[in-house]
Each structure stands twice: as structure tokens, then as C-alpha cells.
């Protein structure tokens, strides 16, 4: 374990009793029970007793032990305060809270009160997975939501439920409401790192399992104070206004919820005030609804390991900012219905896609803004250092440049236009006051001192002065005195009895302890040949000297408190701002995404077309690309056909490996973009808004609770079949491939049926049982695609193209054979395959399909397959062996060869 300079607080021995120490830190644990605490000594956070375990072994550091504590052994661990933060990280990934105290006294106080006294602590700040406000701690591009959840009865058996969705590490405040029905998607949506929730609603039976499933961490935390007229009180308290009326209007669960958050920053936070917003609602009506299951299928902002690479948000992130790269994410994440919204969203791309200079110049310009949200904050949490000043003056640097050279447009789209005059409105003063206050090179923590440049304090050039030069302003002085007294052997020098003195020679001695010189000049001590004085200008300079570390630090942190609380008045420009770099460089990083990969503007309004020319899939496309190999498009049509009431349903089959699956994702995929405001990877597009999107596709089991594949994939079609609406988008692939065949057919047969004819949909749904394309003689919205495939001497060759018609086999043995099955039982599966298929047994099956009374499935019959030719010319080539063979026998394999293939 690494060695520690802790306090000597009467140990924690080998006494039995309590030492002060002890008692000091087990009043502060059972204060914060549910938290690790890191317990200040000296340069170590220490931690005791379970604590000291748990910490061991989730950080692998030393577990030791000292003394006992009622006749336990004192387990404990440490770790150093400097590096603190990489500890922190590690443990709130793993889902610890962890409780940060801290010496709220100097020691030299505490010994005034007796050499045993303990000096002072408390909990300064507790350290949540949504709480965490440090840099190295934080992802720079995902948001880091903090979630309170509440609830309000809405009628008998029914609830509304409000959240609120606070991040401290910008300030923004967002509320919304919801049904229990569409909590999980609302959840999902905003992809919070931690959630906090009213012990009873935790404890609700019916929610259990939404909390176990939930990816953040859930912590229950008692409903009292955010309930009714309390909830409202704690709002108007926290803002310091008379009226909640100006912020906007909210439902009781929405303020519920708010307050939750309010009551919980403030708990985590103690006396530090984050700047958060003011709340504003984010109205679920105005989102598409996406729940969890089809997020994860879609893998839209991280795949289904949990990685950001490899899914939809890796594959269109082009922005450069920390901030633009969370606003690319949010808006993925919460596609839009508003049609204002998404048209303003495509016009501010538009503009950046129509002028290529533009664009690169206000991307090099983006470049060099930084986080000012986030450093923002952290001043305002008393947790900021010299580089988040710096932060804030080269953002106001970067905006005000941003501002002037989008002002020279004549055409310029409302939200560009807006955000340049929220850019605008930066106050340059402070960006140049900042630039004046700080250094080029600066420290990470305040602490450390040296981040104020020179001149900008004449006090604080001294003072750095004393501390680092006191030998020349010593010897200046020396100089000095030995000039105007005429002792040229005068010597200033210094020990620890007297400190810093004059020596002069003992006669020159005797006319200094005379007047007028002893005026100035105070005797301190005789010695042989020499006499000491000191004088009131070398005492004040002494003292000068001895404490001006101390006071150029002090002066350092006055002038840096001075510089914090001018950046917070301007705070709210500050936030604007930053949202308005965020908006754009989303805008133009979009733009460079569409003009690089050739992606097209769609044409999104309120019909209920669902268009798309050369539609691509974004991610798979850019894997390909990688490897040089081009994405093959395919057109997609879920239009309501002339006069018909509802979305068209398109049966695809075809082999696996075949392009199913991407084939469905990609028209997803596409209508996620076009309703987030991006271009979209199309040709040509035009889509009728959405309002809610669900995908089926791909299978899982989950064994944790008892659920096998099939039964997962039933849950997700209920949910479908029980919440699609006329407007929404369905992607369904292989429903019912998991059980027995007629199981299986008479399941997808009635989802197809509930689809056409109740929820009347959009739908696109992938089969192997080919009995259900004959659908579409019956079903007037069905229309059947097929995967083009094609044979060369037995195997099958994927083309991925889409076309109208119905797959006539699966291919199946074709791709066993692909994926390596030995060889033996491929050719027994042929075999097996053409005597199933010659024989009467698929006759039930096509009895049973004639009886029903939508359609008549025709049964294939197919001639037993053929054993594969001799392949001589393959044969032959391999035994040519060019290396060792002479001219002539070269020319005769050559000829050899010729006439096999000619054959």
C-alpha cells in the first residue's frame, strides 16, 4: 500500500475504547449509510470496516488493518487525494455512491482547542453516477442525466407519471409526462445515468421489473417533500420567483417530479448551487415513440454489447464539439413529429449543404470552441479551475468569430439566424478580460496557483516577486543601504534565532547605535568584530517574504473568485451560447455527412407515404465502405395504395445471409433520420410522419427471468400489435419461426391479419414460411418483395437486391454449406430434403391452408437434387505446377486446359 502522511489523531490503536478520530468518522458514516466514504486524512481519502472491503476489491488496492473497535479488527484502505479521481471513476462505474469528506478546519484551529482535539470534517459533496461534475470523470459526449421520476393519480386504476431530467453538468432542465404504458420507452429515450424514484413506486409490483431491466442506476429515495403544495414551494424556493407561470405550464406529476430532482441535487450537492435552467417541458406528443426493445434491435446510439461503436450514432457523428456530439445524440434518440421542427432542422443543413466554403470555414471555427456548458458548471459548483476560465474565453472567442462570419449571409435559415444572434450577444469584454487575467500554460486545480499573468496584478507581481526572488530583492536592499550609509562591508544575512539582520564592521557598528542612525537602524546583538540591526523596512520585508507564498496564493484564488463570478453573471449567455455552437455545428456536421456519402433531403409531411428510392443502410454501408466493397440499394414502398385506408404491408422472403434484416433496419433506420431533421442515404425519399416505431428483429432469450427466445419475441409482438397505430412504422422479422410449424404459420398468419386490418400500419415483415405470400391475393394493402438470389454448380450467390415477387425456396442447405457444415451432412440433408418433398406429408399442410378461408397456398414439389459434376478443368489446373515444368510443357498445359474448358 502506498505510504501515507495522515494525521495522528490518538491513532485508532490498540485502545479499545473510541478515539476521537473514530467517533468523528463513524458519526459522519451513519449520517450516510447507503455511500462510501472517503474520509480525509491528511494527503489519503481513507475508508474503514465494509467500506474498506467493498473498496479493496472493486480497486484493487491493499486492504489493511490497525488497532480494533470493539473488538473488531479496523480494516482500512486509502488512496491519494491527487489521484482521487481515477478511484471515483472506477466506483461510481460500479454503481457505488460514494461520499466525499473533507477538513472543513485548519489543524493549527483544531490544536487551540487541545492537542487531542480532531479537526473538523463533513461531507462535502456525495458522488452519484448522475451527480458527477469532473471532466476526467465524464463522457464529453453523452449527456450525464440525472432522472426523477413521479407519480399523480389521473383517475381510478390510472397514473400519470411526471419526469424531470436534469443534468448539472449544463444546467439543462427538461420535464415530460407519461402513461405507465409509456414509461419504459420515455426511459429509454433519455438514457439517464442515474434515476431516482419515491419509495413507493420503486416497491410497485407492476414496475419491478421495468427498474431490474433499466440500465442506469435506480435509487429509491423517500416521497416526502415533493408531494403537492411542498413540491411547488421547494420550485419557486430553488428559483427564488413567486409563480411557476414563466417557466411554462406543468402537471402535478411533472412538478412532483422536478422537485424530486430539486430535493436530490441539493442533497448531493450540499452547499454548492448548480446553475441548472429553468425547467421546460419536452412534450412526449412531439417525439416519435420508440420503446426500449426497438432501440436496442436498431442499435441507434450503441449497439446491443452496450458499445457506441457500431451503431446508427457512430455512423453520422461528424460534429467537433463535446456539446454538438450530445446534441447529435439527444436528437437520435428523441426523433421529432413536429413538422416545423423537422423542416427548420433540414433547412439549417440545407444552408450548410448549398455553401461547401461556409462549411469548412464555420467547422475550423467550431474547432476551437470548447465546452463552455460543462465549465460553466462546474464555477458555478465551486469545482471549476483556471482551465475552465480558459474554457469560457475561448468559447466566447470562437462564437463571436462564428457570429461574424454567418452575419454576412443574406439567406440565412431561422435556427442559423437565431443562433448567431445568440453568439452574438456574448459580452467580448469578458472574453478579453479573462485573456488579460490568465496565463498561456495553466494548472488543473486552482490550488496550485501561477494561472494569473503577469502585469494583470501589480499586488501579485510582488508578492511572486518575494517568493521567488528574495535574493535579489535582498540584495537590491543590501545595495541600497550600503550606498546611502557609506559601509560598503554592509551585509544583510539570515538565521532562524534573528531571522534576516544587518552586519556591518564593529566601527561602523557604533556610529549606527548613535543618532541620527539609530533612528533607523535597531541594535540586535554585538559580535566580535561585527554588529547586528535591522531596520522597520527589512522586519515588513521579512514578513514580506515569510508569508508571500501564502498571500500570492491568496490574492491568486481572490482574483480568480473575482473572474468566476463575472463569468456567472454572464451565465445565461453563456448557456445560450453554447447551445447555439451545438445547434450549429450540429447543422453543419450533418451537412458535411450528407455532401461526403451523397445522402439526400426527404420530404417529410403529414400523408401517409412511405417512399424511398436507393435506400441504403448507414451502418452496414459504412463498414463496407472500409473494405472498399460497395452497398447494394434497394427501393421500398409502404404508401397506401390509391384509395386504400391504411399503410401498405410488404411480405420480404428469402434465403438468410440473403439481406432481410438489413433490408428492414435500413428503412427504420431512414425514417429515424428523416424525423431527427438529417439528410437521410436515399436517392430520393418522401415519408409520412411517424409517430411511433417498432422493430422485431433478431432473437434473445432471457433466462434471468425465465423467458426463452420464443417468449421474448411474443412479449415484443403483443406490444406491437397492442400499441401500432394507423401512422406508425412496423418491422417484423420471422415471427413465429420459434415454435412447431403450425404454431409458428398460424401465429405470424393472425399478426399479419391484426396488422392489415386493426392496426392498418406501415409494416415491413420478413418470412421463411412462404404460405404467407398468397396473402396478397386476398389482403388488399399486402404486397410481396423477395431477396434475388442465384445458383453456380450448387452454391448460392447473394446479389442483395430487392424484388416484387415471392421467394420459392429458403436455401437453406446452401447456406449450411457456406457456414461449413461437414460435408457429409450436407449431402444427407439433400437427400433428406428431396424425399420430404417428394413425399405425401406435405400434403396436411396444404389441406389445412385450403380450408382456411383467406387463401390457398400452393405446394412446391421439387425434383431431388442432382450429385455435382466432375470438375475436370478445376481438376487439371491443379496439377499444372508452373515452377517446375519447361517451355514446351507449359505450351501443352496450356492447350490442355483450352480444350477442357472448351468442352
Not at 215 to 235: K, Q, Y
Request: aromatic share 6%; charged share 25%.
Amino acid at each position: 500500500m502506498l505510504k501515507r502522511t495522515a494525521e495522528d489523531e490518538n491513532g485508532a490503536g490498540a485502545a479499545e475504547k473510541v478515539t476521537p478520530m473514530m467517533a468523528q468518522y463513524l458519526e459522519i458514516k451513519a449520517a450516510n449509510p447507503d455511500c462510501l466514504l472517503f474520509y480525509r486524512m491528511g494527503d489519503f481519502y481513507e475508508l474503514f470496516f465494509e467500506d474498506a472491503e467493498i473498496a479493496s476489491r472493486a480497486l484493487g488496492i491493499v486492504l489493511t488493518k490497525r488497532g480494533k473497535h470493539r473488538g473488531e479488527d479496523i480494516r482500512m484502505c486509502g488512496v491519494p487525494v491527487e489521484r482521487a479521481n481515477d478511484y471515483l471513476q472506477r466506483l461510481i462505474g460500479l454503481g457505488h455512491r460514494v461520499a466525499v469528506c473533507e477538513q472543513i478546519e485548519d489543524p493549527a484551529e483544531a490544536k487551540k482547542r487541545g492537542s487531542k482535539s480532531v479537526v473538523r470534517r463533513d461531507v462535502v459533496r456525495l458522488v452519484t453516477p448522475g451527480t458527477v461534475t469532473e471532466e476526467a470523470l465524464l463522457d464529453p459526449s453523452r449527456a450525464s442525466l440525472l432522472v426523477a421520476v413521479a407519480r399523480t393519480r389521473a383517475g381510478e386504476n390510472l397514473w400519470s407519471y411526471g419526469l424531470a431530467a436534469v443534468d448539472i453538468t449544463t444546467g439543462a432542465f427538461s420535464l415530460s409526462e407519461t402513461q405507465q404504458a409509456g414509461l419504459g420507452a420515455e426511459l429509454a429515450r433519455l438514457d439517464a445515468k442515474e434515476i431516482v424514484v419515491p419509495d413507493s413506486i420503486f416497491d410497485d409490483p407492476e414496475l419491478k421489473a421495468l427498474w431490474r431491466e433499466i440500465r442506469a442506476s435506480v435509487t429509491p429515495i423517500p416521497r416526502e417533500g415533493f408531494d403537492g403544495a411542498s413540491a411547488e414551494r421547494r420550485l419557486l424556493d430553488f428559483y427564488g420567483v413567486s409563480t411557476l407561470d414563466g417557466f411554462g405550464r406543468f402537471s402535478r406529476a411533472q412538478i412532483a417530479a422536478a422537485a424530486a430532482a430539486i430535493v436530490y441535487v441539493e442533497r448531493t450537492q450540499k452547499a454548492a448551487r448548480p446553475a441548472l435552467s429553468p425547467p421546460g417541458e419536452s412534450s412526449a406528443e412531439n417525439v416519435l415513440r420508440i420503446d426500449a426493445a426497438t432501440r436496442a434491435n436498431l442499435e441507434l446510439t450503441r449497439t446491443l454489447s452496450g458499445q457506441r461503436e457500431g451503431s446508427l450514432l457512430a455512423a453520422i457523428d461528424r460534429t467537433l464539439t463535446p456539446g454538438g456530439g450530445r446534441l447529435i445524440a439527444e436528437r437520435l434518440a428523441g426523433p421529432l413529429t413536429d413538422l416545423a421542427l423537422i423542416h427548420a432542422r433540414q433547412d439549417s443543413i440545407t444552408f450548410f449543404v448549398g455553401d461547401a466554403n461556409l462549411r469548412e470555414e464555420t467547422r475550423r471555427r467550431l474547432k476551437a470552441a470548447p465546452d463552455g456548458a460543462r465549465a460553466l458548471s462546474r464555477i458555478a459548483l465551486d469545482r471549476g479551475g483556471p482551465r475552465d476560465l480558459a474554457a469560457i474565453r475561448d468559447m466566447v472567442d470562437a462564437a463571436r468569430d462564428l457570429a461574424d462570419i454567418l452575419s454576412d449571409r443574406i439567406e440565412i435559415p431561422a435556427e442559423i439566424k437565431a443562433a448567431a444572434n445568440d453568439l452574438r450577444a456574448l459580452d467580448p469584454d469578458m472574453a478579453g478580460r479573462l485573456a488579460a487575467a490568465l496565463r498561456d500554460e495553466l494548472p488543473l486545480m486552482k490550488r496550485d496557483g501561477g494561472f494569473v499573468r503577469e502585469g494583470f496584478e501589480p499586488a501579485l507581481d510582488e508578492l511572486r516577486d518575494l517568493r521567488d526572488e528574495s535574493r535579489r530583492v535582498i540584495a537590491a536592499l543590501q545595495a541600497r543601504l550600503a550606498e546611502e550609509t557609506g559601509v560598503r562591508q554592509l551585509r544583510i544575512k539570515h538565521n532562524n534565532f534573528l531571522g534576516y539582520f544587518i552586519e556591518v564592521p564593529q566601527a561602523a557598528g557604533e556610529q549606527f547605535a548613535r543618532p541620527p542612525l539609530n533612528a533607523t537602524f535597531i541594535h540586535r546583538q554585538t559580535m566580535q568584530g561585527a554588529m547586528r540591526f535591522s531596520t522597520t523596512e527589512l522586519g515588513e520585508l521579512e514578513q514580506k517574504i515569510a508569508s508571500a507564498a501564502d498571500r500570492a496564493l491568496s490574492l491568486e484564488l481572490s482574483i480568480f473568485g473575482d473572474l468566476a463570478n463575472m463569468v456567472l453573471r454572464e451565465g445565461d449567455a453563456i448557456k445560450r451560447a453554447a447551445q447555439a455552437l451545438c445547434a450549429i455545428d450540429v447543422a453543419a456536421a450533418l451537412a458535411h455527412l450528407a455532401d461526403d456519402l451523397g445522402w439526400t433531403r426527404p420530404l417529410v409531411d403529414d400523408s401517409r407515404a412511405f417512399a424511398i428510392a436507393g435506400g441504403r443502410h448507414p451502418v452496414v454501408e459504412a463498414a463496407l465502405r472500409k473494405d472498399g466493397e460497395p452497398f447494394v440499394a434497394n427501393d421500398s414502398d409502404l404508401s397506401s395504395p390509391s384509395g386504400a385506408d391504411g399503410g401498405r404491408i410488404l411480405l420480404v422472403t428469402g434465403p438468410n445471409m440473403a439481406g432481410k434484416s438489413t433490408y428492414l433496419r435500413q428503412n427504420a433506420l431512414i425514417a429515424v433520420l428523416a424525423q431527427m431533421g438529417a439528410y437521410v442515404p436515399a436517392r430520393d425519399a418522401r415519408l409520412g410522419v411517424v409517430d411511433r416505431l417498432f422493430s422485431r428483429v433478431g432473437a434473445a432469450d432471457d433466462l434471468a427471468r425465465g423467458r426463452s427466445t420464443f417468449m421474448v419475441e411474443m412479449i415484443e409482438t403483443a406490444a406491437i400489435l397492442n400499441q401500432a397505430t394507423g401512422r406508425s412504422l412496423v418491422i417484423l422479422d420471422e415471427i413465429g419461426r420459434g415454435t412447431a410449424t403450425f404454431d409458428g404459420l398460424s401465429i405470424a398468419w393472425a399478426t399479419i391479419e391484426h396488422l392489415h386490418e386493426i392496426n392498418r400500419c406501415r409494416a415491413l415483415f420478413a418470412t421463411h414460411f412462404h404460405e404467407l405470400t398468397q396473402l396478397a391475393k386476398k389482403l388488399p394493402r399486402i404486397a410481396n418483395a423477395t431477396m434475388r438470389v442465384t445458383e453456380f454448380e450448387g452454391d448460392v450467390v447473394f446479389l442483395h437486391e430487392v424484388t416484387s415477387g415471392a421467394a420459392d425456396r429458403s436455401y437453406g442447405i446452401q447456406v449450411a454449406k457456406l457456414a461449413g457444415l461437414p460435408a457429409s451432412v450436407v449431402e444427407r440433408a439433400r437427400t433428406l430434403l428431396s424425399e420430404l418433398e417428394a413425399t405425401e406429408r406435405a400434403r396436411p399442410v396444404k389441406d389445412l391452408i385450403d380450408d382456411l378461408p383467406l387463401f390457398a397456398a400452393q405446394v412446391r414439389q421439387v425434383a431431388p437434387a442432382t450429385p455435382e459434376k466432375k470438375d475436370e478443368l478445376r481438376e487439371a489446373l491443379t496439377d499444372v505446377h508452373p515452377d517446375e515444368m519447361t517451355p514446351r510443357e507449359a505450351l501443352e498445359a496450356l492447350y490442355k486446359l483450352k480444350g477442357l474448358a472448351a468442352k
